[in-house]
């Protein structure tokens, strides 16, 4: 059974960094995408970073771009998120997936629909 569980959220004061991690188990990996999203109240869930497993290839949001990064550790099966210059904005709670996506030479999806696996959610609250 595939799990997903995230961690690292919190409360941060604006300009304030944290990472976010999700430990994945269950399965094999290497032909998967893993993302992260996120909602805020009364939104919809909305894309935020993307990496493909097996070659590192990632993809990112417009509203993140520059100051998050997405990463892996194939080693302890786990998924990073590290937000920087973090803005009142990025409030919400944020979510990890994984698609099962062996597309060789594609980027990874930005379609929740693609993702068929969700942790249960790490909060993180900036204030201004």
């Known amino acids: 059974q595939v799990q997903l569980v995230e961690s690292g959220g919190g409360l941060v004061q604006a300009g304030g960094s944290l990472r976010l991690s999700c430990a994945a188990s269950g399965r094999t990996f290497t032909n998967s995408a893993m993302g992260w999203f996120r909602q805020a109240p009364g939104k919809e869930r909305e894309f935020v970073a993307a990496i493909r497993w097996s070659s590192g290839t990632t993809r990112y949001s417009d509203s993140v771009k520059g100051r998050f990064t997405i990463s892996r550790d194939n080693a302890k099966n786990t998924v990073y998120l590290q937000m920087n210059s973090l803005k009142p904005d990025d409030t919400a709670l944020y979510y990890c997936?994984?698609?099962?996506?062996?597309?060789?030479?594609?980027?990874?999806?930005?379609?929740?629909?693609?993702?068929?696996?969700w942790g249960q959610g790490t909060q993180v609250t900036v204030s201004s």
């Open positions: 997936a994984t698609s099962y996506y062996p597309y060789s030479g594609s980027l990874p999806p930005t379609d929740s629909r693609r993702y068929d696996y």
